[in-house]
T-cell receptor, first 115, second 117 residues
Framework: EAQVTQNPRYLITVTGKKLTVTCSQN?????MSWYRQDPGLGLRQIYY???????DKGDVPEGYKVSRKEKRNFPLILESPSPNQTSLYFC??????????????FGEGSRLTVL | AQKITQTQPGMFVQEKEAVTLDCTYD???????LFWYKQPSSGEMIFLIY??????QNATEGRYSLNFQKARKSANLVISASQLGDSAMYFC??????????????FGSGTRLSIRP
């Protein structure tokens, strides 16, 4: 089954404790991206990647890191989480040919709470 | 700069009525794509419909159609014959640039649609 898998789905952590949210897709998509969803603000892009070893900042990259060492994986790293990073996080991927150009395939979301 | 605006935070519609969800956008790139996604209360994001900036016809997918008015920079979603299962949050999104340059894909703040029986 074609899918984007995020882990963990739910996480409660404390300020300053490094964490990683993993994202993996099995559709051989070149493009991958991370978003955070906050009430009233919609989805805001954190980082995106056009392909392996190619990443770039979205609109809200502060406090986050990413890497793209393999095509299928795009982990999101919070080196020192703070309470303002409490949010619902989505990973998404997209092919660069066929279908609706740029259609995003989303993971199920990861709800993160930083105390 | 890229921008997507959804001015309706919430809407209530009677079942079986048609509903229009508003979306306006701003971009200086002549090549772009517009999307609508549905997010039910379960939280997953579901792709509904796509419109390319060079497409001559308005996009349609079953009960969904996209009313694309390029000069007005609007891309409203029309749902015909609404159903209770249409109750959800709806997001308008835009990709700037051509297909191979999928980069920033930005979203509006969303409209929460509630269908009354």
């Amino acid at each position: 089954e074609a899918q984007v898998t995020q882990n963990p789905r739910y996480l409660i952590t404390v300020t300053g404790k490094k964490l990683t949210v993993t994202c993996s897709q099995n559709m051989n998509h070149e493009y991958m991206s991370w978003y955070r969803q906050d009430p009233g603000l919609g989805l805001r892009q954190i980082y995106y990647s056009m392909n392996v070893e190619v990443t770039d900042k979205g609109d809200v990259p502060e406090g986050y890191k990413v890497s793209r060492k393999e095509k299928r994986n795009f982990p999101l790293i919070l080196e020192s989480p703070s309470p303002n990073q409490t949010s619902l996080y989505f990973c998404a991927s997209s092919p660069t040919s066929g279908g609706a150009p740029g259609e995003l395939f989303f993971g199920e979301g990861s709800r993160l709470t930083v105390l | 700069a890229q921008k997507i605006t959804q001015t309706q935070p919430g809407m209530f519609v009677q079942e079986k009525e048609a509903v229009t969800l508003d979306c306006t956008y701003d971009t200086s790139d002549p090549s772009y794509g517009l999307f609508w996604y549905k997010q039910p209360s379960s939280g997953e994001m579901i792709f509904l419909i796509y419109q390319g900036s060079y497409d001559q016809q308005n996009a349609t997918e079953g009960r969904y159609s996209l009313n694309f008015q390029k000069a007005r920079k609007s891309a409203n979603l029309v749902i015909s014959a609404s159903q209770l299962g249409d109750s959800a949050m709806y997001f308008c999104a835009m990709r700037e640039g051509g297909y191979s340059s999928a980069s920033k894909i930005i979203f509006g703040s969303g409209t929460r649609l509630s269908i009354r029986p």
